[in-house]
């Protein structure tokens, strides 16, 4: 069966019955939303702050390919085979996207026997989040062109407004736009764009902010524009509108708690890209899962050097995080890939691409383990045209590294199938206590943090600053200097160059913009020709969806 085949066969229970079962929560502090998905009251997590943390597990992977990696599903298996083990363990995810949803990726709520549900509503609109932070992004992109448009007391510049507008949907056409056209009723005639809505700094502030209060300061002090003397910002609490933006934010800001297919608790609140944002989910979920639980597995987006580096580099920095162990995620298809086979070779045996293409799982397990200083285990996320000569290679070269490899069949056989992989995690988080440190000390300029995770974790040579790039890092570093990083780079590789599979090095990282995330506290690099707002694919995934006559949708993946 398909995965939305397996989803819609489950055997859900009603989350409200569920949750006072598995975590006794009581009712009145959740906020059903049907009866499969709920949000939980701020004041039931307030509640839980005496309690003591359980240990966190972060799931990365190795860097993306067509063929697949399997992280969300790999979480979700991991935390159905603790589970099992007789662990007390809840799982902590992003929310999907409708941008990748309906363009090349497809859903996002895991696969196989592995998956949250109800899989439709969580890939499409859920409880509606990522429409309260679009809605309340553009209410400040409105109240911009309208102060402008009323006499503009407070001086902003029109050429230097730096807060676009965004939708949650890959709209190439929207990069660029013209706003204000058709004369002097409509506004001020100037160049706007658009960002797809998991780039929008609310989003990012929504997933760092600790409270309603934390969630308003921080939307006060995004930083809007400049006035005409270049040099002085305009805050979104100059315009009184942090307020009314906290405001439709009100239930967004809750965590949602869904379920896995064997009836155990997932939270799933946020969900920045890792590729052009901080790619992990709320502070408030994974701290509350902590509180609640004895484990929590999260994962961070993409490769373990952008979604692994930002959780550890910003979010931990900021939340005061520590990860007890990291799994990383590999599949024997994936590093054939990175060995050169093309995509409809990957399931012949040949021992040596996977040899060639381990070299990038190599550069993952040596970030994790040497510049973060965790513990490290890999998931050899099984396909059943993997052979046996290629699944003990891999093993045997994780070994020489020092590395614990299992093969987990979580796909096939949901938690029974990880239970392996689980053991090995628990062998790791209850029995030591691991060192932990940051890529980069936070007093080290802006320039500096950029070429400490340029060449320690992408292994290039060095960093390409423009005159204008390298001009406004200087200008920023006064006021901002000690604010983490955030790398907007492709994810298909440790380069710039989404065709440089592998572990290439010696390369040279271009920055070619920088932006300001005041509210949310961290300075944005965008390396390469990143985007942040993606375009569909020639064939994207939205021809292929339907909802047939008695409202069963289809072709969602």
């Known amino acids: 069966m398909s995965d939305i085949e397996i989803a819609q066969r489950a055997d859900k229970k009603p989350i409200i019955n569920l949750a006072e079962e598995k975590l006794g929560i009581p009712a009145e502090h959740l906020d059903p939303y049907g009866h499969f998905k709920a949000k939980l009251s701020l004041e039931y997590v307030d509640s839980l702050s005496d309690n003591s943390d359980g240990k966190l597990i972060l799931v990365t992977a190795i860097s993306p390919t067509p063929a697949g990696e399997g992280k969300t599903t790999t979480t979700v298996g991991l935390g159905d085979a603790m ?23 497809g859903g ?69 736009i013209t706003v204000g056209q058709g004369g002097a009723a409509n506004g001020y005639l100037r160049e706007d764009g658009y960002d797809i ?53 009100k239930e967004a800001i809750k965590p949602n708690l869904v379920q896995t297919l064997e009836n155990n608790i997932a939270l799933i609140h946020g969900g920045p890209f890792a590729n052009i944002a901080h790619g992990c989910n709320t502070v408030t979920a994974t ?15 993409f490769g373990a050097d952008l979604g692994a580096e930002k959780f550890i580099d910003i979010k931990c920095r900021m939340a005061g995080l520590k990860p007890s162990a990291v799994v990383v995620v590999a599949t024997i298809r994936a590093l054939k890939f990175h060995g050169g086979v093309a995509k409809d070779e990957l399931n012949i045996e040949n021992l040596d691409a996977l040899q060639t293409g381990f070299a990038n799982l190599e550069r993952h397990i040596h970030n994790v383990t040497q510049n973060y200083g965790l513990p490290c285990v890999v998931c050899i996320n099984h396909f059943t045209f993997d052979s046996d000569a290629e699944i003990q290679l891999l093993q045997s070269k994780c070994n020489a590294l020092g590395v614990k490899s299992v093969l987990s069949k979580h796909w096939a056989e949901g938690g029974a199938g990880a239970e392996a992989l689980a053991q090995e995690v628990l062998n ?24 400490a995770i340029a060449t320690k974790l992408y292994g290039a040579a060095s960093v390409a600053l423009s005159p204008k790039v390298k001009n406004e890092l200087n ?61 569909l694919p020639k064939s994207p995934a939205a021809e292929r969806i339907d909802i047939t006559d008695d409202g069963v949708i289809t072709g969602l993946f």
């Not at 592995?114 to 109240?143: R, W």
């Not at 609310?202 to 040099?231: P, W």
């Not at 790791?428 to 070429?451: A, Q, R």
């Open 83 to 105: 589970n099992r083990l007789g662990k007390k363990t809840i799982i902590c995810l992003r929310e999907p996207s409708l941008g990748p949803c309906f363009g090349m990726k």
């Open 108 to 176: 996002a709520a895991g696969g196989g026997y592995s998956q949250v549900v109800p899989m439709e509503d969580i890939n499409l609109h859920f409880t509606g989040d990522f429409h309260a932070i679009g809605v309340a992004h553009n209410l400040l992109s409105a109240m911009i062109d309208n102060h402008i448009n009323h006499g503009n007391s407070l001086g902003i510049d029109p050429r230097r407004i730096t807060w676009k507008r965004v939708v949650d949907m890959n709209d190439r056409a929207l990069r660029k």
């Open 197 to 249: 809505v998991v780039a929008s700094e609310i989003m990012a502030i929504l997933c760092l902010a600790t409270n309603r209060a934390d969630l308003k300061e921080r939307l006060g002090r995004i930083v809007i524009a400049y006035k005409t003397d270049k040099v002085t910002p305009v805050y979104a609490r100059d315009l009184n509108a942090h307020g009314a933006m906290a405001a439709l934010l």
């Open 287 to 301: 701290k509350t899962a902590l509180k609640m639980a004895d484990y929590a597995i999260t994962e961070a987006g």
């Open 428 to 451: 790791i988080v209850d029995h030591s206590e691991p060192g932990f440190t940051y890529v980069y000390d936070e007093n080290l300029s802006l320039i500096e943090k950029i070429e």
């Open 475 to 535: 200008a920023l570093q006064q006021d901002y200097g000690k604010f983490p990083v955030c790398m907007a780079k492709t994810q298909m590789s440790f380069s710039t160059d989404p065709t440089l599979k592998g572990a290439p090095s010696g390369h040279t990282v271009e920055i070619s913009e920088v932006r300001l995330a005041n509210g949310a506290g961290f300075i944005v690099a965008i390396a390469g020709n990143m985007m942040t707002m993606p375009g």
